[in-house]
């Protein structure tokens, strides 16, 4: 078993996760973008006579062990419009609908293979939220 951690808390305590950048930025944009509309019975989701634009966004992992456990978690498989790809220690994900990374993002830095320095210039980037950080 690991060594507990110096504040008491495990590594996916609510209250412990909830206090990481990363991990509030990418729950605030989720919630500023709102649930996906569930298609109607019937209904097509993309125009057959459209090609859909896709929208790429890369990502730097910790390692490339790392980087390759998040290719491998964020497989969803019979979904084309949604992929993630490897380049070493980077990984690019390409997208249709912008919660798609923020998901991919969240779910990479509650189990550290993203730091909250690496995920937060990405959520920002992602959202338009475009900060410069200022040193006092």
């Known amino acids: 078993m690991g060594k507990p951690s110096p504040d008491g808390l495990g590594s996916t305590c ?8 990363a ?3 990418a729950r605030a944009a989720r919630r500023r973008l709102g649930k996906a509309t569930p298609p109607l019975p019937g209904q097509q989701l993309i125009p057959k006579d459209s090609t859909p634009m896709y929208s790429k966004a890369p990502l730097l992992c910790v390692s490339a062990e790392a980087a390759a456990a998040v290719v491998a978690g964020a497989d969803r ?12 220690e980077e990984i690019v994900i390409a997208y249709l609908d912008r919660r798609y990374p923020l998901d991919v993002v969240l779910w990479a830095c509650l189990r550290g293979h993203v730091t909250d320095d690496q995920a937060e210039p990405f959520i920002n980037t992602l959202t338009g939220h475009n900060k410069q950080k200022q040193d006092h």
């Open 23 to 25: 991990v509030r930025a």
């Open 77 to 88: 498989p019979g979904d084309q419009n949604h992929t993630v790809t490897q380049d070493g």
């Open 14 to 21: 609510r209250r412990k996760v909830q206090r990481q950048p």
